[in-house]
């Protein structure tokens, strides 16, 4: 199967399950830096998921006739303009866009006003991304009030409007072979660039050289961004969840905590790992950063089709809550420690998330109230970690050590494939690369 057709693929299951119904599938709109310089230009996932086209100011219409398998695929794109090519560079315009990315049909995105109320005419729902962007919203009732006008001459309008990520997130969750592929590679890029990270790192370099280390590795290698804001947090700032300032100065004896990853052709990775900024762990920092290993492994051994969830992150609390207990920064039994969750002082968020296109990646965790069971061709990723804040009743060499360690996992029919595998995780792995 060709790229162009797992796009084509997914928009005829898509349809399939919305019979006598239109979706509006708008890719992200550019965004004004300052002045007349954008952002970067990121498209929107749903759409790019159906149709592999990356470039803005498109829409990608489905419209399901009531027939069975009776699908047209419409995308709304830039017209070929050789002049704006001239300052913007290559657009492909509706009809070489209709040709490469296996459209029924293609139309200048100006007409988008013009032809939307016909294909909604007779039909009985609306799919959209309904309170994702007000202005969609607005456009879409106007369209939809347009067709009412018609209601004289025998046209009947759409009656609901439905959420297409409900069916688009189900999809998203199971990935197939062209979406492992990439995601492998990204996460070997990223493995890369945490494996140099941890090489360059010295005593008095600042937390923004490191992160150039990692962002040089992902451009060399093909990833021309990060998939989120990298987080290179020296000593106390490894305590802060989402420290992106990134621009502390490095010390001897601390811990640095590295959350980076990059995105490749649409699809994240996502790697943490914590080191020792001059090469070796105090007897401390290597108590707490077992501690934390100990726990990534037991949850990943519940990394299986049929486990829930759920049961990874309690297999990782079961773990650290033992090991508060341990080094006394929680008192009590481990099953009173997790009833009363004094364990949420020292690790406050879950132990993974879906990983895929987006770093945080569609789909529910719970379907009617029940954890979600885990099945092949899942992603996600599994990130316990400990976080010990100056305080009182706190032993003072426990201070200011944070350690996270984040592996992107596979689900697979017999377990799991530890996608990040080959980036160092054991103490003696890690104290041999930085020597």
């Given at each position: 199967m060709t790229d162009i057709e797992h796009y084509v693929a997914r928009r005829k299951?898509?349809?399939?399950?919305?019979?006598?119904?239109?979706?509006?599938?708008?890719?992200?709109?550019?965004?004004?830096?300052?002045?007349?310089?954008?952002?970067?230009?990121?498209?929107?996932?749903y759409f790019y998921y159906l149709t592999g086209f990356n470039e803005p100011e498109a829409v990608l219409v489905v419209v399901a006739e009531s027939e069975k398998d009776a699908v047209r695929h419409i995308l709304f794109c830039r017209d070929k303009d050789i002049e704006r090519e001239i300052w913007d560079g290559f657009r492909y315009g509706p009809d070489l866009a209709r040709e490469k990315f296996g459209f029924d049909e293609a139309y200048s995105i100006a007409k988008l006003d013009e032809m939307l109320p016909g294909l909604l005419a007779d039909k009985g729902a609306v799919y959209s991304a309904t309170g994702h962007d007000p202005v969609w919203d607005g456009r879409i009732a106007g369209w939809i009030n347009q067709v009412r006008g018609q209601s004289r001459s025998g046209v009947t309008a759409p009656t609901e409007i439905r959420d297409y990520r409900t069916l688009l997130d189900e999809m998203r969750l199971i990935k197939d072979e062209s979406e492992l592929q990439i995601m492998r590679r990204a996460a070997d890029i990223s493995v890369q660039a945490h494996r140099r990270a941890m090489q360059a790192t010295q005593p008095e370099k600042y937390e923004y050289e490191v992160e150039a280390e990692l962002l040089y590795t992902f451009h060399r290698l093909g990833a021309r961004a990060p998939a989120y804001s990298s987080i290179v947090a020296g000593g106390g700032n490894a305590c802060v969840l989402h420290y992106i300032e990134n621009n502390a100065q490095l010390k001897s004896g601390d811990l640095l905590l590295i959350d980076a990853g990059c995105e490749l052709d649409g699809y994240a990775s996502d790697i943490t790992r914590t080191f020792p900024v001059n090469g070796q762990f105090s007897p401390a920092q290597k108590d707490v950063y077992q501690l934390v290993l100990s726990a990534q492994q037991a949850a990943i051994d519940k990394v299986r089709p049929g486990n829930t969830w759920n049961d990874l992150h309690q297999a990782a609390l079961q773990v650290l809550a033992q090991g508060f207990i341990d080094f006394g920064l929680c008192q009590g039994s481990v099953d009173s420690v997790l009833e009363s969750e004094d364990y949420k002082r020292f690790y406050m968020h879950r132990t993974g998330h879906w990983l895929g296109m987006d770093v945080h990646d569609a789909g529910e965790y719970k379907q009617q109230g029940q954890w979600r069971e885990l099945r092949p061709g899942m992603t996600l990723t599994v990130e316990p970690g400990c976080y010990i804040r100056p305080a009182e009743n706190v032993p003072k060499h426990f201070w200011d050590i944070g350690v996270r360690i984040e592996d992107d996992v596979l689900v697979k029919p017999d377990g799991s494939e530890l996608l990040t595998i080959a980036a160092p995780k054991t103490v003696k792995e890690i104290e041999e690369l930085m020597q």
């Open positions: 299951v898509m349809a399939a399950q919305m019979q006598n119904s239109v979706a509006i599938v708008p890719t992200a709109p550019e965004r004004l830096r300052n002045r007349d310089a954008h952002y970067p230009y990121r498209f929107d996932s």
